[in-house]
């Protein structure tokens, strides 16, 4: 990674202090935000999943811890829509120009509104994905909700 994901460069450019860190991904795995959690040695908590949403027919990216699931209808009240579904794999990987398992938040091809599990902010330092499978990056949370924009909200069932 010597030049960087279209990620931490987006993080670089923000002037965002960040630790980018490796581990062995599992394509095979049931769940990539655990895998990436123990793979790490990481509190499941702290490793955060990015999951791209429609809300009433419009994009949002959602990022929740990777041990909880999402509250569809917690994510649409937090930006003022009626219902939320998942989007379809194919359609997040062509509007955040990420393959999935390497979905991050930070340098997505289209600005979309970001909604951050509230709890998450209570950790010192969290993990989001940083642009390609099998690479995190570990920071502030307060650091990604500036960055991103993001609306912190109760987003889990």
């Known amino acids: 990674?010597?030049?960087?994901?279209?990620?931490?460069?987006?993080?670089?450019?923000?002037?965002?202090?960040?630790?980018a860190v490796a581990y062995d991904y599992d394509p095979n795995a049931a769940q990539i935000g655990m895998q990436?959690?123990?793979?790490?040695g990481e509190d499941p908590g702290r490793v955060l999943k990015?999951?791209?949403?429609?809300v009433d027919g419009k994009?949002?990216?959602a990022i929740v811890?990777?041990?909880?699931?999402?509250?569809?209808?917690?994510?649409?009240?937090?930006?003022?829509?009626?219902a939320a579904a998942m989007?379809?794999?194919?359609?997040?990987?062509?509007?955040?120009?990420?393959?999935?398992g390497g979905i991050s938040p930070f340098g997505q091809k289209r600005r979309v509104p970001v909604v951050i599990e509230e709890s998450a902010?209570?950790?010192?330092?969290?993990?989001?994905?940083?642009?390609?499978r099998g690479l995190q990056v570990r920071m502030a949370p307060g650091d990604a909700v500036r960055v991103l924009g993001a609306i912190p909200a109760a987003l889990v069932a």
């Not at 990436?36 to 790490?40: E, N, T, V």
């Not at 811890?65 to 009626?82: F, W």
């Not at 989007?87 to 999935?100: H, L, Q």
């Not at 902010?121 to 390609?132: F, I």
């Open 1 to 19: 990674m010597s030049k960087g994901t279209r990620a931490t460069l987006a993080l670089k450019a923000a002037g965002v202090a960040f630790e």
């Open 36 to 40: 990436a959690a123990q793979a790490l």
């Open 50 to 54: 990015t999951l791209m949403t429609l």
């Open 59 to 61: 994009p949002v990216c």
């Open 65 to 82: 811890p990777s041990d909880r699931e999402i509250a569809m209808k917690k994510l649409a009240a937090a930006v003022a829509g009626k």
């Open 87 to 100: 989007m379809p794999p194919a359609d997040a990987e062509r509007m955040t120009g990420y393959v999935v």
């Open 121 to 132: 902010l209570a950790h010192p330092l969290v993990y989001l994905n940083g642009g390609q």
